[in-house]
Each structure stands twice: as C-alpha cells, then as structure tokens.
T-cell receptor, first 114, second 109 residues
Framework: DAMVIQNPRYQVTQFGKPVTLSCSQT?????MYWYQQKSSQAPKLLFH???????NEADTPDNFQSRRPNTSFCFLDIRSPGLGDAAMYLC?????????????FGAGSRLTVL | GQSLEQPSEVTAVEGAIVQINCTYQ??????LSWYQQHDGGAPTFLSY????GLEETGRFSSFLSRSDSYGYLLLQELQMKDSASYFC??????????FGAGTRLFVKA
C-alpha cells in the first residue's frame, strides 16, 4: 500500500542535543509537510516542500530545519531541542496543492526532551 | 489572525447521531475538510466541502455554509470505533491547511 512512513516513532533526546526525524513516502506526491502537534492542540504547520522549493512558515523557529534530498524523503532537524519542543511531529504529503489538497499523514514521531 | 473554533468534547451513545460544529475565520478559503485521529494514530481525511451544502459519505456527512463561515460533521449510527478526535481544517491555498484544535468524541455503550 502507498503510504507515509515516519521514523523513529518515539525519540527521546536531551535538552540541546540535536535530533533528526525522517519521513518517506511511496505516493509520489509533489508536496511534503511537517506539522507539530502538542497535546490536545491543533497540528501546526512548520514548513513544506513543493518538489525542491522550500517554504518556511513565518513563525517557525530557526531551531527547526528541513531537508528533502529526493521526492521520497524529507527530514526534520531540530538543532537544539528545548523542553517546549516536546511534541508529536507529523509528516504529511499532498499531490500538488490542487482541489481539496487532501493531506496523507504518517503515524508521527513523538519527541520527548529531557 | 486565523482561527477555527470547534467544541473540545462531545459525548454520545452507540447508535445515536452526533454533530460537530466548526466556525472559521481565515484570510483565504478554498474549502473545509474534516480529519479523524485515533489516539496515537495519524489524522486521516474524511471529507471536503468547497461549495455550500451537504456531502454524504456513508455514515458521515459534512455541511458547509460559506456565507456563515460555518460547517459541521454529522456522524450517524455511531459505533464504538468512532471514538476519536475530529479536526476541521481550512485549505487557504498556497499549500497551507489550518486546523482547529479538535473535538474529542466519546461514544458510550
């Protein structure tokens, strides 16, 4: 089945220790997104790639970076995680932003910061 | 700012009908979507309304009134497996989808 896979599902890191979360997709979608979801809150868009074009949301902290080396993979790098960065990180894809722009999500990576 | 308002919690009994409302205030509007998220799981797409009116997909229906900036998700013949969080979301264009904070639905036997 075509899908979005995130690794790891659970990540524990220490305050200030860099962490990388990965996302891969077999849907061949052009657009990949990273959302941050804190407990009982709405998913918040951090950034997206349309093909190789990167778009950062205005309120996304500089601490968060992303890479998309090819169509299938996208990475979220958190350079110096703080306690406030503990959250579920959701990767999503969409075909091309047309119509409903239906998002297909991965199962998420839950980040704990000690 | 941009915001979507929906109730935080709804409780209903198995077999009943429940309606989850959503009002939105956004700078752009292409359509209103609904996503379901079970605990520990990924949000999954349920429905999309770009035009006013009711869209029906099996036990789920979704309604939109663009003039009122309002929509709802209607779940019929509730089942225990429908216990989950339901998010309304507005696609504002430019690859940006804004989510509400979610409504947690509890289905009781």
């Amino acid at each position: 089945d075509a899908m979005v896979i995130q690794n790891p599902r659970y990540q524990v890191t220490q305050f200030g220790k860099p962490v990388t979360l990965s996302c891969s997709q077999t849907l061949n979608h052009n657009v990949m997104y990273w959302y941050q979801q804190k407990s009982s809150q709405a998913p918040k868009l951090l950034f997206h790639y349309y093909d190789k074009d990167f778009n950062n949301e205005a309120d996304t902290p500089d601490n968060f970076q992303s890479r998309r080396p090819n169509t299938s993979f996208c990475f979220l790098d958190i350079r110096s995680p703080g306690l406030g960065d503990a959250a579920m990180y959701l990767c999503a894809t969409s075909r091309d932003g047309s119509g409903a722009n239906v998002l297909t999500f991965g199962a998420g990576s839950r980040l704990t910061v000690l | 700012g941009q915001s979507l308002e929906q109730p935080s919690e709804v409780t209903a009994v198995e077999g009943a009908i429940v309606q989850i409302n959503c009002t939105y205030q956004t700078s752009g509007f292409y359509g209103l979507s609904w996503y379901q998220q079970h605990d520990g799981g990924a949000p999954t797409f349920l429905s999309y309304n770009a035009l006013d009116g009711l869209e029906e997909t099996g036990r789920f229906s979704s309604f939109l009134s663009r003039s009122d900036s309002y929509g709802y998700l209607l779940l019929q013949e509730l089942q225990m497996k429908d216990s989950a969080s339901y998010f309304c979301a507005v696609y504002t264009g430019g690859f940006k989808t804004i989510f509400g904070a979610g409504t947690r639905l509890f289905v009781k036997a």
